[in-house]
Antibody
Framework: EVQLLESGGGLVQPGGSLRLSCAAS????????MSWVRQAPGKGLEWVSVISGSGATTYSADSVKGRFTFSRDNSKNTLYLQMNSLRAEDTAVYYC???????????????WGQGTTVTVSS | DIQMTQSPSSLSASVGDRVTISCRASQSISSYLNWYQQKPGKAPKVLIYTASSLQSGVPSRFSGSGSGTDFTLTINILQPEDFATYYC?????????FGPGTIVDI
C-alpha cells in the first residue's frame, strides 16, 4: 500500500526550530517529486515546497524562503522539512504529498499523508 | 507568481443537483490544473488532474474542463458524500499555487 506518514510536529516558541519528517512506503520513493503543503487553522491549502526525486532541485513559496529547508534521504525513503525562525503565521497542519507522475509535478499530487500539526506560540 | 481564483467561494446545494465551480489563473497554465476535494479533518484528495483527466477511483459524476486560464469542475448528481471544500491548483510552474477553495454545503 502506498503510504506517507508525517511526524515531528508540536508546539514551538516564536523564533524556534522544528524538523518534520515524512516516511514513505509502497512506491519507488526516489522516482517521485515530493511536496509539502500546509493549512492554517480554518484556512485554505498553501503549497510550501517541492523537491525533485533526486533531491537536487527544490522550489519553495516566498513565505518560507530563507527560513525553511527541504531535503530527502532516498536511502531511508524519507522527506524532511527543517523549519527555522518560526513565526505565529507558520502555525498549520503540514502535509507531505507525492507527485503523481514519475519525474514530473504536472499531474497533481495523488498520495497525501495524514498531516502533522505545528503550533508556534509563546 | 501565478495567482489562482475560484468562484463561488461557497455554495449551497441539494442532493441530486448539478454543481459547477470555476477556477481562473492569472496567466495561461495550459492544461496543468488539478482539482482536490477536502473534507474536515482529512487530507485533500485529487479528483481531476491536467484539467480533465479523472483520477483513478473517483466517481464519473466528477468532470473537469478548460485550458489556458479558465477551468471548471462539474459535479453531476451531487451525492451526500460530495459536501466538502474543493480546491484548484496549478502545476504549470513553481510556486504550485492553490486557489482559495469553494465550500459546497447543504
Amino acid at each position: 500500500e502506498v503510504q506517507l506518514l508525517e511526524s515531528g510536529g508540536g508546539l514551538v516558541q516564536p523564533g524556534g526550530s522544528l524538523r518534520l519528517s515524512c516516511a514513505a512506503s509502497g512506491f519507488t520513493f526516489s522516482s517521485y517529486a515530493m511536496s509539502w503543503v500546509r493549512q492554517a487553522p480554518g484556512k485554505g491549502l498553501e503549497w510550501v515546497s517541492v523537491i525533485s526525486g533526486s533531491g537536487a532541485t527544490t522550489y519553495s513559496a516566498d513565505s518560507v524562503k530563507g527560513r525553511f529547508t527541504f531535503s530527502r534521504d532516498n536511502s531511508k525513503n524519507t522527506l524532511y522539512l527543517q523549519m527555522n525562525s518560526l513565526r505565529a503565521e507558520d502555525t498549520a497542519v503540514y502535509y507531505c504529498a507525492k507527485a503523481q507522475g514519475s519525474g514530473s509535478v504536472y499531474y497533481g499530487m495523488d498520495v497525501w499523508g495524514q498531516g502533522t500539526t505545528v503550533t508556534v506560540s509563546s | 507568481d501565478i495567482q489562482m481564483t475560484q468562484s463561488p467561494s461557497s455554495l449551497s446545494a441539494s442532493v441530486g443537483d448539478r454543481v459547477t465551480i470555476s477556477c481562473r489563473a492569472s496567466q495561461s497554465i495550459s492544461s496543468y490544473l488539478n482539482w482536490y476535494q477536502q473534507k474536515p479533518g482529512k487530507a485533500p484528495k485529487v479528483l481531476i488532474y491536467t484539467a480533465s483527466s479523472l483520477q483513478s477511483g473517483v466517481p464519473s459524476r466528477f468532470s473537469g474542463s478548460g485550458s489556458g486560464t479558465d477551468f471548471t469542475l462539474t459535479i453531476n448528481i451531487l451525492q451526500p458524500e460530495d459536501f466538502a471544500t474543493y480546491y484548484c491548483q496549478q502545476s504549470y510552474t513553481a510556486p504550485l499555487t492553490f486557489g482559495p477553495g469553494t465550500i459546497v454545503d447543504i
